[in-house]
């Protein structure tokens, strides 16, 4: 999809509104998103409930772990609010944006009843109170959904998608930072950090196919 070069939001909104396709996905992609965080709260207590595998991790054999949860809920909501607002401001952000976040969960969903793991050794707890309210008041902090990375992946997401270069670069860097800082915090696992790389880069392509046959109406007008 094409963005919608308007000076007004409204203006960007109403023509991509009239878009064939363009409301129903945004809207089936709304509701799927509402629908998973309802679930969030079953999913991750049946996965907290579970036994699962520890593996060797020589990379954070060589990590001590250390808490640097401010930094990280720093960058992570940080990059998000401004997304948020670049969601706002451009339809084609928004639609994008919220199949590739729906794309995200419930891939990671799948991935996690797959590979049921425990969590590394020396984990610290990362206290983000805005994400660790989705999961449920009885588990609060959740130590099993590690494989792949939902905060790596949702930030390298993020990344691609915004269309300024300068803002790409600065959301990349913060990806890498949160990719560091959950190693050292021993929230994840390497793989778990590695296989976000390969499962954004796919996600994000199938995220643009499901949006690629959207194109702005013949006779609308950019400005």
């Not at 509402?34 to 593996?55: D, N, V």
């Not at 451009?90 to 199949?99: E, F, K, R, T, W």
Request: no cysteine.
């Amino acid at each position: 999809m094409h963005p919608i070069q308007s000076p007004d939001i409204f203006t960007r909104w109403r023509i991509a509104w009239s878009i064939p396709g363009f409301s129903t996905r945004l809207l089936v992609a709304v509701i799927v998103f509402i629908a998973i965080l309802i679930a969030f709260p079953y999913f991750f207590s049946f996965i907290e409930s579970r036994k699962g595998y520890r593996i060797p991790d020589p990379v954070l054999d060589a990590i001590p772990a250390m808490d640097f949860s401010p930094v990280t809920f720093a960058i992570i909501w940080l990059v998000s609010l401004w997304f948020m607002i670049r969601m706002i401001q451009q339809p084609s952000i928004a639609i994008i944006g919220i199949i590739a976040i729906d794309l995200i969960f419930l891939t990671r969903m799948v991935t996690i009843l797959l590979f049921p793991l425990e969590p590394p050794p020396g984990l610290v707890e990362l206290k983000d109170p805005i994400s660790n309210y989705f999961y449920g008041e009885e588990h609060a902090f959740i130590t099993r959904d590690l494989f792949f990375s939902g905060h790596t992946s949702t930030q390298i997401m993020i990344g691609l998608i915004l269309p300024e270069k300068k803002e790409k670069w600065l959301a990349f860097a913060g990806a890498t930072t949160v990719a560091v800082l959950v190693l050292v915090q021993h929230i994840h696992y390497t793989i778990d950090v590695l296989g976000a790389l390969l499962f954004t880069w796919f996600l994000y392509l199938l995220s643009r196919m499901l949006v690629s046959g959207l194109s702005k109406p013949q006779n609308a007008s950019p400005n």
